[in-house]
């Protein structure tokens, strides 16, 4: 039996490529012979957009200026910090040539659609594969390209939202009829898919979880030094989480190191450090070393939770939404965990326990590993 698997990969995101490669080595470790279909994500500076990988449902005026906006500054980014970029690329690539199987190159909708894939069984992984708010078609994510007598699995595929515009469940409800097993990374994503399709989703944990601490352990770079670093990883800037990193130093006297999530140093005060080179292994060494951690990012959180460090998740306070976060606190009984841009600094940061937590996920993890399993021979 093998097993292709389609996921978000290539987007020089940690989070995005850690929980593609966890899958994958989730699967080898269970027997499976399996690999990641390499269908280049539409951001790829190789992707070649075509009439066929148009949006399926209507991006707003808004959402689509800002994604092109967002393009060329990352375009200029990687040419203002052309060095930066060579490293942390050449990082990236050898996280995943010593740790993920990945099959050749699909550069277009119509490449891999016309490819005529062989595998006895897909996947469509996880992270924000069907957010309607993604700027190319989203239907390779429901394996609309998988032949019809194969078998097809959803595995913590999430919407990225809380909530869809009612004018796209009929489509969205077409599309679903191509998935055989349906799971969901967030409990919002099970009560949205009941709600459109009136089938019943199962929730499981996000691929990172899969793997256990000292898993992860064996893949990272540990990152040398002998004080105590407050960990920032900060997906969209915020000057609330800098000064509350900014209060903790005070209160701790711990240096500040800023995870960036580009090659672009973020951090103009000359206390906070900028890495702006780490590969994945890299990251997981500034996790397992840090002694505190900030982040607005769902996997910011994730990896808090894996390498049980105290951690506050700050969720903007332009955004009402914050479901991923939510759903992940909630399941581990830590949503005071998660705090509202703007709000008082809190006081106990350093108080938590994980004891609860620990046992939630691994007993989160079996049942995930379960559903894999079963969903894969049934």
């Known amino acids: 039996m093998k097993i292709g698997v389609i996921t978000i990969l290539n987007v020089n995101n940690y ?15 269970l027997g499976y012979d399996n690999e990641i279909i390499n269908y280049l994500y539409y951001k790829h500076k190789d992707y070649k957009a075509e009439k066929k990988s148009k949006p ?67 996947i469509v992984g996880s992270d924000q594969v069907w957010n309607p708010n993604t700027r190319t078609s989203i239907e390779p994510y429901f394996l609309t390209f998988a032949p019809k007598d194969k078998k097809r699995i959803s595995f913590a595929s999430s919407f990225g939202v809380g909530s869809l515009n009612k004018d796209f469940y009929p489509t969205y409800k077409k599309c679903f009829e191509s998935i055989d097993s349906i799971s969901c990374r967030e409990s919002s994503g099970v009560d949205l898919i009941k709600e459109i399709t009136g089938r019943t989703a199962t929730q499981v944990v996000d691929p990172t979880l899969l793997l256990t601490k000292s898993e ?29 990193a900014l209060e903790i130093q005070k209160e701790t006297g711990y240096k500040i190191i800023r995870a960036c999530f580009n090659s672009v140093n973020v951090e103009k005060d000359p206390s906070i450090l900028n890495i702006v080179d780490a590969g994945p292994s890299e990251f997981l060494g500034l996790y397992a070393g840090a002694s505190f951690v900030l982040t607005n990012s769902f996997h910011g959180s994730v990896f808090s939770l894996i390498f049980q460090k105290p951690f506050y998740t700050i969720a903007p306070a332009s955004k009402s939404n914050n479901a991923r976060q939510e759903n992940l606190l909630k399941m581990v009984n830590l949503e005071h965990r998660l705090i509202k841009e703007n709000s008082p600094y809190p006081k106990d940061f350093m108080n938590i326990n994980f004891d609860f937590s620990a046992k939630e996920l691994e007993k989160e993890r079996q049942n995930s590993i379960q559903f894999l399993e079963d969903s894969i021979n049934a």
Do not use: C
């Open 15 to 29: 989070g995005a490529e850690l929980q593609a490669s966890a899958l994958n080595m989730k699967l080898r470790d």
């Open 56 to 122: 399926i449902v209507k991006i707003d005026f808004i959402t689509n200026l800002k994604g092109i906006v967002l393009k060329w500054i990352d375009k200029y980014n990687k040419l203002t910090h052309a060095e930066n970029t060579r490293i942390r690329k050449e990082r990236f690539d050898k996280f995943h040539a010593d740790n993920t199987n990945i099959s050749k190159t699909y550069k277009s909708i119509s490449e891999l659609y016309n490819a005529n894939l062989d595998y006895d069984v897909f």
């Open 216 to 244: 992860w352990e064996e893949k990272m770079v540990p990152y040398q030094t002998e004080e105590p670093y407050i960990l920032m990883y900060i997906l969209t800037y915020s000057p609330y989480i800098t000064n509350l």
